[in-house]
Protein backbone atom coordinates (compact mmCIF):
# COMPACT_ATOMS: atom_id res chain seq x y z
CA UNK A 1 0.00 0.00 0.00
CA UNK A 2 1.00 3.28 -0.63
CA UNK A 3 2.09 5.68 1.94
CA UNK A 4 3.81 7.57 4.09
CA UNK A 5 6.11 5.97 7.44
CA UNK A 6 7.64 8.05 10.15
CA UNK A 7 9.98 5.80 12.49
CA UNK A 8 10.46 5.84 15.64
CA UNK A 9 7.34 6.01 17.10
CA UNK A 10 8.90 6.92 20.10
CA UNK A 11 12.24 8.15 20.91
CA UNK A 12 14.30 9.09 24.09
CA UNK A 13 17.33 11.63 23.82
CA UNK A 14 19.95 12.30 25.87
CA UNK A 15 21.12 16.06 26.34
CA UNK A 16 23.72 16.58 24.22
CA UNK A 17 22.97 13.77 21.43
CA UNK A 18 21.91 14.24 18.10
CA UNK A 19 19.14 12.32 16.80
CA UNK A 20 17.75 11.14 13.36
CA UNK A 21 13.73 10.89 12.81
CA UNK A 22 12.66 8.92 9.52
CA UNK A 23 10.61 9.71 7.10
CA UNK A 24 9.97 7.20 4.02
CA UNK A 25 6.91 7.92 1.41
CA UNK A 26 6.63 5.62 -1.55
CA UNK A 27 3.82 7.84 -3.23
CA UNK A 28 5.57 9.33 -5.62
CA UNK A 29 5.89 12.78 -4.52
CA UNK A 30 7.85 15.48 -4.76
CA UNK A 31 7.20 17.77 -1.89
CA UNK A 32 8.00 16.47 1.95
CA UNK A 33 7.56 18.57 4.93
CA UNK A 34 8.86 18.38 8.63
CA UNK A 35 6.56 19.96 11.51
CA UNK A 36 6.66 20.25 14.98
CA UNK A 37 3.63 20.37 17.52
CA UNK A 38 3.78 21.03 21.18
CA UNK A 39 0.65 20.07 23.27
CA UNK A 40 -2.13 22.03 22.52
CA UNK A 41 -0.31 23.94 20.07
CA UNK A 42 -1.15 23.60 16.17
CA UNK A 43 2.14 22.47 13.61
CA UNK A 44 5.08 24.57 12.97
CA UNK A 45 6.71 24.09 10.31
CA UNK A 46 10.92 23.14 10.50
CA UNK A 47 12.44 22.35 7.02
CA UNK A 48 10.36 21.74 3.77
CA UNK A 49 11.86 20.32 -0.05
CA UNK A 50 9.97 20.21 -2.93
CA UNK A 51 12.69 17.95 -4.82
CA UNK A 52 15.67 16.26 -4.84
CA UNK A 53 18.43 18.00 -3.61
CA UNK A 54 16.93 21.13 -2.34
CA UNK A 55 14.87 22.15 0.71
CA UNK A 56 14.20 25.37 2.67
CA UNK A 57 13.88 26.61 6.17
CA UNK A 58 10.61 26.64 7.63
CA UNK A 59 9.78 29.03 10.63
CA UNK A 60 11.53 27.43 13.31
CA UNK A 61 14.83 25.72 11.25
CA UNK A 62 16.95 26.25 14.20
CA UNK A 63 19.04 23.20 16.12
CA UNK A 64 17.38 21.14 13.39
CA UNK A 65 19.06 20.00 9.77
CA UNK A 66 17.57 17.54 6.80
CA UNK A 67 18.56 15.71 3.59
CA UNK A 68 17.08 14.75 0.47
CA UNK A 69 18.92 12.74 -1.51
CA UNK A 70 16.16 10.62 -2.31
CA UNK A 71 12.45 10.96 -3.63
CA UNK A 72 11.49 8.96 -0.96
CA UNK A 73 13.14 9.63 2.17
CA UNK A 74 13.43 12.88 4.05
CA UNK A 75 15.31 12.40 7.42
CA UNK A 76 15.20 14.98 9.88
CA UNK A 77 18.87 15.35 12.66
CA UNK A 78 17.54 16.86 16.09
CA UNK A 79 20.99 18.78 16.76
CA UNK A 80 22.17 19.33 20.42
CA UNK A 81 21.88 23.17 19.46
CA UNK A 82 17.68 22.82 19.76
CA UNK A 83 17.36 23.54 23.12
CA UNK A 84 13.96 22.14 23.37
CA UNK A 85 13.66 18.76 21.22
CA UNK A 86 10.98 17.43 22.81
CA UNK A 87 7.41 17.27 20.86
CA UNK A 88 5.36 15.61 18.36
CA UNK A 89 7.29 15.38 15.08
CA UNK A 90 5.26 14.87 12.06
CA UNK A 91 6.53 14.47 8.30
CA UNK A 92 4.02 15.36 5.44
CA UNK A 93 4.26 14.47 1.56
CA UNK A 94 2.28 15.83 -1.30
CA UNK A 95 2.32 16.60 -4.87
CA UNK A 96 4.81 20.05 -5.62
CA UNK A 97 1.33 22.24 -5.92
CA UNK A 98 -1.10 21.56 -3.42
CA UNK A 99 -4.18 23.76 -5.35
CA UNK A 100 -6.38 20.68 -5.50
CA UNK A 101 -5.29 17.98 -3.15
CA UNK A 102 -3.82 17.17 0.06
CA UNK A 103 -0.44 16.93 2.30
CA UNK A 104 -0.34 13.18 3.65
CA UNK A 105 1.36 12.40 7.18
CA UNK A 106 3.04 9.96 8.69
CA UNK A 107 2.15 8.96 12.42
CA UNK A 108 4.20 11.18 13.93
CA UNK A 109 7.63 10.18 16.39
CA UNK A 110 7.05 11.47 19.87
CA UNK A 111 10.60 12.86 20.73
CA UNK A 112 11.39 13.02 24.50
CA UNK A 113 14.44 14.37 26.01
CA UNK A 114 15.86 12.64 29.10
CA UNK B 1 5.58 35.37 8.01
CA UNK B 2 2.33 33.96 6.50
CA UNK B 3 -0.26 33.52 9.58
CA UNK B 4 -3.18 31.41 10.07
CA UNK B 5 -5.52 32.31 12.85
CA UNK B 6 -7.81 30.29 14.60
CA UNK B 7 -9.40 30.55 17.81
CA UNK B 8 -8.31 27.67 20.04
CA UNK B 9 -11.76 26.99 22.05
CA UNK B 10 -12.54 25.08 23.12
CA UNK B 11 -15.46 25.09 21.54
CA UNK B 12 -18.17 22.72 22.96
CA UNK B 13 -21.52 22.35 20.80
CA UNK B 14 -24.33 19.85 22.28
CA UNK B 15 -24.84 16.04 20.00
CA UNK B 16 -27.21 17.28 17.07
CA UNK B 17 -25.90 21.22 16.84
CA UNK B 18 -24.13 22.94 14.03
CA UNK B 19 -20.50 23.48 15.30
CA UNK B 20 -18.84 26.41 13.41
CA UNK B 21 -14.94 26.89 13.27
CA UNK B 22 -13.12 29.61 11.68
CA UNK B 23 -9.79 30.55 10.31
CA UNK B 24 -8.48 33.64 8.50
CA UNK B 25 -5.23 34.28 6.87
CA UNK B 26 -2.77 36.87 6.34
CA UNK B 27 -1.22 36.10 2.89
CA UNK B 28 -3.75 37.37 -0.21
CA UNK B 29 -1.70 35.58 -2.28
CA UNK B 30 -2.80 31.76 -0.70
CA UNK B 31 -4.10 29.38 -3.10
CA UNK B 32 -5.72 26.56 -1.36
CA UNK B 33 -7.35 25.92 2.00
CA UNK B 34 -7.59 22.67 4.09
CA UNK B 35 -9.12 21.41 7.32
CA UNK B 36 -7.51 18.54 8.79
CA UNK B 37 -8.83 16.84 11.99
CA UNK B 38 -6.44 15.64 14.60
CA UNK B 39 -7.70 12.91 17.85
CA UNK B 40 -5.20 13.51 20.79
CA UNK B 41 -1.66 11.81 20.05
CA UNK B 42 -2.55 11.12 16.27
CA UNK B 43 -1.71 12.78 13.06
CA UNK B 44 -4.02 14.83 11.25
CA UNK B 45 -6.01 13.63 8.91
CA UNK B 46 -8.09 15.69 6.11
CA UNK B 47 -11.84 16.32 6.13
CA UNK B 48 -12.03 18.38 3.08
CA UNK B 49 -10.09 21.29 0.91
CA UNK B 50 -11.59 23.99 -0.87
CA UNK B 51 -9.75 26.75 -3.65
CA UNK B 52 -12.60 28.73 -4.83
CA UNK B 53 -14.82 31.30 -2.82
CA UNK B 54 -18.19 30.08 -2.18
CA UNK B 55 -19.54 26.68 -0.51
CA UNK B 56 -17.87 23.29 -0.79
CA UNK B 57 -20.38 20.25 0.98
CA UNK B 58 -19.36 16.74 1.77
CA UNK B 59 -21.81 15.09 3.80
CA UNK B 60 -22.06 16.42 7.44
CA UNK B 61 -18.83 19.13 6.35
CA UNK B 62 -19.76 22.61 4.65
CA UNK B 63 -16.38 24.64 3.78
CA UNK B 64 -17.05 28.38 3.31
CA UNK B 65 -14.20 29.99 1.72
CA UNK B 66 -14.44 33.91 1.15
CA UNK B 67 -10.97 34.70 -0.13
CA UNK B 68 -11.49 39.28 -0.20
CA UNK B 69 -12.23 38.70 3.38
CA UNK B 70 -9.35 36.28 3.98
CA UNK B 71 -11.80 34.18 6.05
CA UNK B 72 -12.34 30.37 5.80
CA UNK B 73 -14.92 28.13 7.63
CA UNK B 74 -16.03 24.53 8.42
CA UNK B 75 -19.76 24.14 9.79
CA UNK B 76 -20.24 20.33 11.12
CA UNK B 77 -23.68 19.63 10.56
CA UNK B 78 -25.58 17.19 13.18
CA UNK B 79 -22.23 17.09 15.52
CA UNK B 80 -21.51 13.69 17.01
CA UNK B 81 -19.64 13.10 20.43
CA UNK B 82 -16.91 11.22 17.58
CA UNK B 83 -16.55 14.57 16.04
CA UNK B 84 -14.38 15.85 19.26
CA UNK B 85 -10.95 16.44 18.33
CA UNK B 86 -8.77 19.65 17.34
CA UNK B 87 -9.56 20.70 13.75
CA UNK B 88 -6.95 22.43 12.24
CA UNK B 89 -6.85 24.90 9.61
CA UNK B 90 -4.19 25.14 6.25
CA UNK B 91 -3.17 27.35 3.99
CA UNK B 92 -1.33 26.62 1.23
CA UNK B 93 0.65 29.49 -0.75
CA UNK B 94 3.13 30.32 -3.53
CA UNK B 95 5.77 32.61 -3.04
CA UNK B 96 7.73 32.71 -6.54
CA UNK B 97 10.06 29.40 -6.35
CA UNK B 98 8.42 28.66 -2.60
CA UNK B 99 5.49 26.48 -1.64
CA UNK B 100 4.33 26.15 1.68
CA UNK B 101 1.90 24.66 3.73
CA UNK B 102 0.97 26.52 7.27
CA UNK B 103 -0.80 25.39 9.53
CA UNK B 104 -3.10 27.40 12.50
CA UNK B 105 -2.82 26.30 15.89
CA UNK B 106 -6.03 24.99 16.14
CA UNK B 107 -9.70 24.96 17.40
CA UNK B 108 -11.04 21.99 19.78
CA UNK B 109 -14.38 21.08 19.31
CA UNK B 110 -15.94 18.93 22.46
CA UNK B 111 -19.75 17.70 21.17
CA UNK B 112 -21.72 16.53 24.49
CA UNK B 113 -24.00 13.57 24.27
Known amino acids: DGGITQSPKYLFRKEGQNVTLSCEQN?????MYWYRQDPGQGLRLIYY???????QKGDIAEGYSVSREKKESFPLTVTSAQKNPTAFYLC?????????????FGQGTRLTVV | QKEVEQNSGPLSVPEGAIASLNCTYS??????FFWYRQYSGKSPELIMF????GDKEDGRFTAQLNKASQYVSLLIRDSQPSDSATYLC?????????????FGSGTQLTVLP
Open chain 1, 92 to 104: ASSIRDLTNTEAF
Open chain 1, 27 to 31: LNHDA
Open chain 1, 49 to 55: SQIVNDF
Open chain 2, 27 to 32: DRGSQS
Open chain 2, 50 to 53: IYSN
Open chain 2, 90 to 102: AVFARSGSARQLT
